[in-house]
């Protein structure tokens, strides 16, 4: 089961604690990730991430191709909802993409929790 892991970079610390507190959790996955925070993920947790290009740059366009491509299985981005970004077209391409392909998708810490638990029940055959 594949998980995508993005944050903006005012959320990049928060979802390094989560990545931190559900390292367990999070290495059953394969994890892909935007490529700066992939990076930030690798160097904080030592987690197996497979880094697409920064968001900015087409990374968000490449989870929503995998998205697309039924080879995602859910989406956590925390986003910072209080400073616009530059790249907010793309942004709302993913989280329409998501919604789509009924991709389980979580933008905060507490939907995070929900979206890794419900996964992690799908990979247990608990569905």
């Known amino acids: 089961m594949r998980l995508a892991l ?7 610390p928060d979802l390094i604690s989560f990545a931190e ?4 959790d999070l290495e059953r996955f394969e ?5 700066t925070t992939g990076q930030r993920l690798i160097d904080a947790t030592g987690l197996d ?4 290009q920064s968001g900015p740059l087409g990374g968000d ?10 080879t995602c299985d859910g ?10 970004q530059p790249h907010e077209p793309d942004i709302t391409a ?11 998708l979580a933008t ?11 996964l992690i029940r799908q990979l247990d055959g608990e569905e």
């Open 75 to 84: 989406v956590i981005f925390l986003r910072d909802p209080l400073t616009a």
């Open 108 to 118: 905060n810490l507490a939907s995070a929790d929900a979206v890794l638990d419900e």
């Open 21 to 24: 507190e559900r390292k367990a």
């Open 31 to 35: 994890l892909m990730a935007t490529g």
């Open 6 to 12: 993005i944050a903006h970079d005012e959320k990049k």
């Open 49 to 52: 991430i497979e880094r697409k």
């Open 94 to 104: 993913l989280l329409r993409i998501c919604d789509v392909h009924q991709t389980p």
């Open 61 to 70: 366009m490449q989870i929503g191709a995998e998205i697309a491509s039924e």
